[in-house]
């Protein structure tokens, strides 16, 4: 086994791990008033004073944690319930299918494209306007930035059920689902009941990092926030990004020990969570030795029913809406669709929009492939080791989903300053790796270790080697895999907003930074392209991921359905 392999696994942790923590590093030091670069040469508590001393700080922080719980609540009861009801029916396997599309969708181009939607002058507005409302113009009505933040809590449920979904489907076959809830209906349980019951205490278990993993970012949210969040007081990763870019080098102290208080936000709702799942499981217990036999079986299947599919249809006609948008000549209120389509849109801005996606890809590409190169390697080392402990890994993955981005890429950003390497594609691309690695290795684990060891028994008492091996009997068979796996890379890292804002000093235009930074704008029919463009971007990569079989193994038909 080569120098390589031995050292992916240690190469691996670090590249993930490592940035994380030398971010939390140099979040603390300026935090409690510690960079002799900015001047802080005593270690003291004046930063957190002057943070405590912010007018709405209490209110950001609510907004924050309320938000972020509500919204994972949401989406995981709504998940959960429809689950419990239809799995194993023609809506479900209908939801499965429509699933895979929005799974790549950005969270930025979803809540633009949920803003389209329903903002007073939104499309669903308009389609009952004048006739049914009376309005000739939008009413007066704040949907978009509401105070309670509602609409950032609607559009992070929405868009975190499918992934929730993805989750929960990948937990049922290890649960034999169908057959508990037939021995628990057989018993006299209702449906939901029985697989509440039955099969819900063997998934979620399975589930629980990833809902954690939403949570964390639903508490920490920037580029939604700024989409669809309150503005006065914005929620506390928004305040905090403001102060960071504030001219004021000062306040960089403040935004560190802002910083430091969103790690506890996001852990104090994790905290949160953890105590409701005790009070559950006791209830849980409680109407076990009750023998109740039903949970309110109708309504609740009335509201997953209807809410889950509406939720699905709104992200999609949220999508159409940034297309139409992006290609809309005169669109006057109430009018329900364009006076005409046009390209001019497409034609004024094609140059930077051509720019902003080649930095993207710069961006993505590379740092996909030391992602995929690193599992890869990590996997096969596994194989050729024997040295499996999947289980045992599994939390170290999630490290860089659980702890909040804005907690570490303020001190990732300080201390790529202070060493000269800030503000580069490279360092952009390589902030970006601490993210897409937990996904690909996510992605690719399970495909390869449920790979039939005999192909490559076959091939070893054939005289073939284990580097033959790998590049002509795991690889090729894992093409699908390690495509998809690719593909999904590429989605995540266009989606980030924060990493390319921070470590990228502003500097660096991606199609994500500029279709957050034109929110404010007002501008639907620029949002529109960029939005559009962040979408079509991964989208294009799952697609081209789906024809790498048919494409490599185009006369080998096996391979191309395996």
């Known amino acids: ?37 900015l001047g802080g040469t005593r270690v003291s508590l004046d930063p957190f004073h002057s943070l405590a001393g912010e007018p709405g700080l209490v209110r950001s922080l609510m907004l924050s944690l309320c938000t972020g719980l509500c919204a994972t609540l949401t989406a995981f009861f709504l998940v959960v319930i429809f689950t419990a009801r239809f799995e194993g029916s023609r809506a479900f396997a209908a939801l499965k299918r429509a699933l895979s599309p929005v799974l790549a969708v950005p969270h930025a181009a979803a809540a633009f494209g949920l803003a389209f939607l329903v903002a007073p002058s939104g499309f669903a507005m308009r389609l009952v306007s004048p006739w049914a409302t009376g309005f000739e113009r939008p009413p007066d009505v704040l949907v978009i930035g509401d105070p309670l933040g509602i609409a950032m809590t609607a559009g992070l449920a929405i868009k975190e059920m499918p992934f929730l979904f993805l989750m929960l489907l990948a937990a049922l076959p290890q649960t034999d689902s169908e057959r508990s809830r037939q021995m ?14 039955t099969v819900l205490p063997q998934a979620y278990p399975q589930i629980r990092l ?37 001219p004021d080098i000062s306040m960089r102290f403040v935004a ?4 430091l208080l969103q790690l506890a936000v996001s852990a104090g ?10 009070l559950v499981a006791r209830l849980g217990r409680r109407t076990y030795a009750s023998g109740r036999r039903g949970f309110a079986e109708r309504p609740l299947a009335l509201v997953a029913g209807l809410a889950v599919p509406l939720a699905l249809l709104s992200l999609y006609a949220g999508l159409g809406l940034l297309a139409l948008w992006s290609l809309a000549g005169p669109w006057r209120f109430p009018e329900a669709v364009p006076a005409y389509l046009t390209f ?54 999630y490290v860089p989903l659980l702890v909040p981005q804005v907690a570490f890429l303020f001190g990732l950003q300080v201390l790529l300053l202070v060493v000269g390497l800030h503000d580069t594609l490279a360092a952009v691309a390589l902030a970006h790796l601490v993210f897409l690695l937990p996904y690909v290795f996510l992605a690719l684990s399970d495909p390869w270790r449920a790979l039939d060891p005999r192909y490559a028994q076959v091939a070893a008492g054939l005289g073939a080697s284990q580097n033959r091996i790998f590049w002509r009997v795991r690889l090729p068979l894992l093409a699908r895999a390690v495509a998809a796996a690719a593909a999904l890379s590429i ?24 279709a957050v930074a034109l929110a404010a704008g007002g501008n639907r029919r620029l949002v529109g392209i960029y939005a559009l463009l962040q979408t079509l971007l991964p989208l294009a990569a799952f697609a081209l991921a789906a024809a ?7 006369k080998r038909s096996g391979m191309r359905a395996g």
């Open 1 to 37: 086994m080569g120098p390589l392999l031995r050292l992916a696994p240690a190469a691996t942790i670090a590249l993930m791990l490592g940035p994380v923590a030398a971010g939390l590093a140099g979040t603390m030091l300026p935090a409690f008033g510690y960079l002799p670069a």
């Open 184 to 197: 628990a209906t057989s018993l006299g349980y209702r449906p939901v009941a029985a697989w509440l019951k």
């Open 210 to 246: 990833p809902v954690f993993a939403v949570i964390a970012y639903s508490t920490s949210v920037v580029d939604v926030a700024l989409i669809l969040g309150p503005t006065t007081p914005a929620p506390l990763a928004v305040r905090l990004v403001g102060w960071m870019n504030d």
């Open 256 to 259: 560190s020990a802002g910083a």
């Open 269 to 278: 709702a994790i905290g949160l969570w953890i105590l409701g799942e005790r």
């Open 344 to 397: 001019s849109t497409w034609s004024r801005h094609l140059g930077e929009a051509t720019d902003a996606v080649a930095t993207t890809l710069a961006i993505a590409l590379p740092a996909t492939l030391v992602a995929l190169g690193l599992a890869l390697a990590c996997l096969e080392r596994e194989e050729r080791t024997g040295e499996s402990r999947p289980h045992r890994g599994l939390p170290l993955l």
């Open 491 to 514: 989605a995540v890292s266009c989606a980030q907003y924060l990493p390319t804002l921070l470590v990228g000093g502003g500097r660096i235009s991606t199609v994500t930074t500029e």
């Open 548 to 554: 790498v079989p048919h494409i490599f193994f185009r």
